[in-house]
Structures are given as C-alpha cells and as structure tokens.
C-alpha cells in the first residue's frame, strides 16, 4: 500500500472560483493518484504573469505563499515562466518543481527543435536553456495577451493557428509555455490538429512531482 504524497501547488493569478482555481491540481490528482494536491493562488494578481513586470511583482507573493503550507511533501509552481523557483529551492527543505523546466525537460525527448507556444513573445527561460538557438519561437498568438485571452474562442483559433506555423517551420514538438493552456486543453486539441508532441505543463509538472514521490520509494 503506497502513501499518498501532499503537493502544495501554487497558482500564480488570482482566482476566486474554487473550481477553476483548483483545475491544475484535479489534473494533477487524476492522472497520478498518489499524489494530494493543495492549491493556492497568489492575490491581486488577477491576469496573473504575462511580462518580466508582472513576474517581478509575484516572486515576493509565491515567496510567501510556498511558507504558509505546511506538512507538504513537494512544491508545484505552476507557471511556465518557473518564476521563484531558483529562490525557493535554497529556502525550503521539499522538492520544488516549475512546469516551465518540466515542459522543456520532456520536449526534449522528441528532438532539438522544439516550437514554443505561449503568451509572451520572449520564451521563457527554462525553454532557452535547454533548447537554445534550436527554440523555435515565433511569438505569442495573434490577440492573446494575458491567460484569460486563452478562454475565448479567438484565443483558441489564435492558438492552433501559430502551432500549424511552428510545425511549418520544422517543430519536432510543441512545448506548451503557459498553464492556462492546460486548463483549455491545448494539448490534445494541437496534437490532432499538427500530428506533433504536444507537452501539456500541468501533466509535465504533475510528472515531475511524482517522480520525486517515486524515486525515494
């Protein structure tokens, strides 16, 4: 009989609706059972991080928050950019896990050239480090700006559009590069649609954790 592992997983834009906060960890949870997901979202943050400004204004709030759960086993900080997540593994004691490094980790099973698709037209630096000048990055989708654009049907189309155009452009895979889309199921949409690996970063970082669960058993 295995032990359930507790996951403290941060959510880095403000959400008031229990259930859309808690979507990530439901994923989470679903997909490795071994795993007891917590979430919490950082405040008044309410379009979450789309700029270097806006990641520079919720290190401190993740900061605070990753101490305030107590008796978890690992950290999730879900958000592609891994913003804090250097910081918090010299302060806490627990694995600590970003779904940028995770996403990029994964993409590269399926070669050099990953295609990243996210919200901001700079890839995040977790996709550069392991790509480098392999990254093929052609911006964010035509009128997404912010994780909340994902939600609409323009976003979407927007979406699927630019995966279509990285996978012209010579894209082994499709490394997701925001959250959200897990939370609009981009990743089986853009895998039917561009017959590519498409990394879905809730299911990356979930991964991630639960091999930090198994690796000491």
Known sequence: MYKRWKAGLIRVVTLHDRLLAGMHGEIIMRKFPCLQVETKCIPDQYEGIYSQE????????????????QD????????????AVSELKEQLDIPIVGAGSSVAALAS?????????????AAPPPYEQVFGENLINLGRPEG???TLDLMTDEGKEAVI????????????????ACTGMSTIHAAELLSDKTGLPVIDPVTAEGLMAYYEYIKIL
């Open 144 to 146: 997404v700006n912010s």
């Open 161 to 176: 559009r630019l995966a279509m155009k990285l996978k012209d452009k010579g894209a082994d895979s499709i490394a997701l």
């Open 72 to 83: 978890i086993d690992v950290l999730i900080v879900s958000c592609a950019d891994d913003p």
């Open 54 to 69: 806006t990641k520079k204004i919720a290190i401190p709030k993740i900061i605070e928050l990753a101490k305030s759960f």
């Open 109 to 121: 099973r399926y070669g050099k050239n990953a295609g990243v698709l996210g919200i901001t037209d």
